[in-house]
């Protein structure tokens, strides 16, 4: 584990053995005297069981899933807070989310991954959470790593990703990319992700309460067994309306939403190098988390189109991740993996901003 901060006192907690994963964030809103903790910090040791963390880099170990258990209907509150907790900060390559089963078929050809969610029986959220990754470079506020991730069964490609963080008083900068060094001859599937769990901005126990607004036109349906169904509904009208800020309430969210129009493959070949944006862009505001004192905002860029949801049962919590691609969609070529030769690249970056905010404002929203 190493750190970074920066003068004001705001500091991250960046993992080098669980990929570059953020494991803790504090910052400090301009014109505020008070560092506020943004992002939950992980209480599973990940010796414990159920971390599932223990096989190498990469590994394809078959996981023994009980007979039945596809459904996520009746999953057990504390599996799935164990597996948030482990989770939690992390970057997710060479596949976001969850592939059903562990199976998909690319390029006419099919493969199986081992799955590593006991209860589903699914592949979850790639491999690049179990590599370690070394430094390149670092200074006191910020941190530029590199790892491979080896070819392995049900996923014969040879990757590299590279992480970027940086922090500064009130907002951490953050990136992924990864590149494909070599395969099989077919191009390598790649959806990205990043997993960070976000505290109620005023330090409440519950995030029901929090004032949340997703500027996202489409939610990816998905049916019981968190596979996609194919339809991407208009969130006018249903529990994933966010447009227009508005309290969490009691409403159970495990779904990516998209704005119109980014429905194809994630941009490819990215050749920009890591934590060196092009002059002058600008990441775009994916999510707003807000209490009465203060708000976090998400924003991103390059790959990064889609925002995942996420509200574990003990609602502590919410898990704003930007994704390439949403959850299941190696199951659907069409939603979102991009297709890597050697040497081609995909990246997405991405902001957490803590600002402050008044009375007046959240009433207003």
């Known amino acids: 584990m190493i750190w970074i901060r920066d003068e004001s006192g705001a500091a991250a907690a960046i993992d080098l053995d669980a990929g570059g994963a953020v494991r803790s964030l504090t910052l400090r809103a301009d014109g505020d005297t008070a560092l506020v903790p943004v992002l939950t910090t992980p209480t599973v040791a990940e010796s414990e069981p159920g971390a599932q963390n223990s096989e190498p880099c990469g590994a394809g170990a078959a996981v023994p899933v009980a007979a039945g258990s596809g459904t996520t209907a009746a999953r057990d509150p504390r599996t799935v807070a164990a597996m948030g907790d482990l989770f939690a900060g992390r970057w997710l390559a060479p596949f976001a989310d969850r592939i059903p089963g562990g199976v998909y078929d690319w390029y006419g050809a099919d493969y199986r991954i081992a799955p590593n969610d006991h209860e589903t029986g699914d592949a979850i959220h790639g491999f690049l959470y179990r590599c370690p990754l070394e430094v390149v470079s670092q ?60 505290r109620h901005p005023d330090g409440l126990a519950l995030i029901n309460d929090a ?63 890591v934590g060196a944006s092009p002059a002058g862009a600008s990441p775009v505001m994916i999510a707003r988390l807000g209490g ?74």
């Not at 194919?230 to 990516?256: C, H, M, T, W, Y």
């Not at 708000?295 to 919410?318: H, K, N, S, T, W």
């Not at 997405?348 to 404002?361: E, K, M, T």
Request: hydrophobic fraction near 40%.
């Open 139 to 198: 200074s006191a506020s910020r941190v530029r790593l590199v790892g491979e991730m080896p070819a392995t069964e049900g996923y014969p490609w040879r990757t590299r990703a590279e992480v970027s963080c940086a922090i500064r008083a009130s907002r951490l900068d953050v990136e992924l990319a990864v590149t494909c060094l070599e395969g099989p001859g077919s191009p390598a599937p790649v959806t990205i992700g990043w997993h960070p769990y976000f």
């Open 211 to 273: 004032v949340l607004e997703v500027p996202a036109d489409r939610y990816l349906e998905a049916d019981d067994d968190l596979a996609l169904t194919g339809r991407r509904p208009a969130v006018a009208g249903s529990a994933f309306d966010f447009r227009r800020p508005r309290p969490i309430g009691a409403v159970e969210l495990d779904v990516a939403l998209e704005r119109d129009g980014n429905d194809g493959p994630a941009r490819q070949a990215d050749t920009s190098p």
């Open 292 to 365: 009465r004192e203060r708000e976090v905002v998400v924003e991103a860029d390059g790959a990064f189109g889609r925002v995942q949801l996420f509200v574990p049962p003990d609602r502590d919590c919410i898990a704003l991740e930007p994704v390439s691609a949403p959850a299941a969609a190696f199951s659907d070529p069409g939603l979102g993996p991009a297709a890597l030769y050697p040497g081609d690249s995909i990246r997405g970056s991405a902001r957490v901003s803590l600002r402050r905010r008044g009375d007046a404002d959240f009433q207003r929203r």
